[in-house]
């Protein structure tokens, strides 16, 4: 009887295991995953892109006066696609460098705001852009200024047949051309400097040949850097593509000038610091 009871035992525990041996065996199947159902995570080609005025205008079609920040937004673009001006956003959101923004961050589009918090903009630490700031401000005094010269020396000249003494400093403080706007593909280096520095013309072509159109707009053009002049970089020279290059010159300390720039080695924003030596500046 014992020899029974053991043989019904050793069966009973075969019975078991074979029947959790087929419960594992779907189960360790289901875990597996083909490569359809799996995504790289680690994905690091997606690249920066430019929004349009009409990319930011249908988000604010529903947005408001408050927009959050996305990917490819600069200030200029939303500024263009609203009633308001880069400074006016920039004041009303306490916004201290217009060419940085952060995604995510919610900007109230109110010109009420913006005249409310124009005292309270805190100012740039770095006291070079402050300069080139106050040079763009007074842009427009400066042009109605020169202006008025232009018509002095234009009555002078019809009148005599010398040379008048001060029209070659007339003509280098009279730019005629539009600074409304900016009129260059978004994400370039043109594009960049146009935003950084509004007294730039619009329409000068491609970087390799800003130092004839500023010198035709009446722009002084030269191989001395300035804070706050625009660095012109030949076709190869110091990384510049075939097109050439434009940088704003953010400090002078001696023979080396420190710049910031749009679309360098991909980048919608760099600074460097590089020799002046064999470069042209418009001031």
């Given at each position: 009887?014992?020899?029974?009871?053991?043989?019904?035992?050793k069966?009973w525990?075969?019975?078991?295991?074979?029947?959790?041996?087929?419960?594992?065996?779907?189960?360790?199947?289901t875990?597996?995953?083909?490569?359809?159902e799996?995504?790289?995570?680690?994905?690091?080609?997606?690249?920066?892109?430019a929004k349009t005025v009409?990319?930011?205008?249908?988000?604010?079609?529903?947005?408001?006066?408050?927009?959050?920040?996305?990917s490819g937004?600069?200030?200029?673009?939303?500024?263009?696609?609203?009633?308001l001006?880069?400074?006016?956003?920039?004041?009303?959101?306490?916004v201290?460098?217009?060419?940085?923004?952060?995604?995510?961050?919610t900007l109230?589009?109110?010109?009420?705001?913006?005249a409310?918090?124009?005292t309270?903009v805190a100012?740039?630490?770095d006291?070079?852009?402050?300069?080139?700031?106050?040079?763009?401000e007074?842009?427009?005094?400066?042009?109605?200024?020169?202006d008025?010269?232009?018509?002095?020396?234009?009555?002078?000249?019809?009148?005599?047949?010398?040379?008048p003494?001060t029209m070659?400093?007339?003509?280098?403080?009279?730019?005629?051309?539009?600074?409304?706007?900016?009129?260059?593909?978004?994400?370039?280096?043109?594009?960049?400097?146009?935003?950084?520095?509004?007294?730039?013309?619009?329409?000068w072509?491609?970087?390799s040949?800003?130092?004839?159109?500023?010198?035709?707009a009446?722009?002084?053009?030269?191989?001395?850097?300035?804070?706050?002049?625009?660095?012109?970089?030949?076709?190869?020279s110091?990384?510049?593509?075939?097109?050439?290059?434009?940088?704003?010159?953010?400090?002078?300390?001696?023979?080396?000038i420190?710049?910031?720039?749009?679309n360098?080695?991909?980048m919608?924003?760099?600074t460097?610091?590089?020799?002046?030596?064999?470069?042209?500046f418009?001031h």
């Amino acid at each position: 009887m014992t020899s029974n009871v053991q043989r019904s035992n050793k069966g009973w525990l075969i019975a078991a295991a074979t029947a959790a041996a087929a419960a594992i065996l779907p189960m360790t199947q289901t875990t597996t995953v083909s490569a359809d159902e799996t995504s790289d995570s680690n994905d690091t080609h997606a690249s920066w892109r430019a929004k349009t005025v009409d990319d930011v205008k249908s988000v604010l079609l529903t947005a408001g006066k408050e927009y959050t920040v996305q990917s490819g937004d600069t200030l200029s673009t939303i500024a263009s696609a609203t009633d308001l001006s880069v400074d006016e956003i920039a004041a009303a959101n306490g916004v201290s460098d217009v060419n940085s923004i952060h995604v995510g961050e919610t900007l109230k589009l109110d010109a009420s705001a913006a005249a409310a918090n124009n005292t309270n903009v805190a100012p740039k630490a770095d006291d070079t852009k402050v300069n080139a700031e106050a040079t763009a401000e007074s842009a427009d005094a400066q042009a109605q200024k020169a202006d008025t010269q232009t018509q002095e020396v234009e009555k002078t000249a019809a009148t005599s047949t010398a040379q008048p003494t001060t029209m070659s400093t007339a003509t280098h403080a009279a730019p005629t051309y539009s600074t409304a706007g900016n009129s260059y593909p978004a994400g370039q280096c043109t594009w960049f400097v146009k935003n950084a520095l509004s007294w730039v013309g619009n329409n000068w072509g491609n970087a390799s040949g800003w130092g004839a159109s500023a010198a035709a707009a009446g722009r002084t053009v030269d191989g001395q850097p300035s804070t706050g002049s625009v660095v012109v970089f030949a076709p190869g020279s110091q990384g510049a593509g075939a097109l050439g290059h434009v940088a704003v010159v953010d400090s002078v300390n001696g023979d080396s000038i420190t710049i910031s720039e749009g679309n360098y080695a991909g980048m919608a924003y760099h600074t460097r610091t590089i020799s002046a030596s064999g470069l042209t500046f418009i001031h």
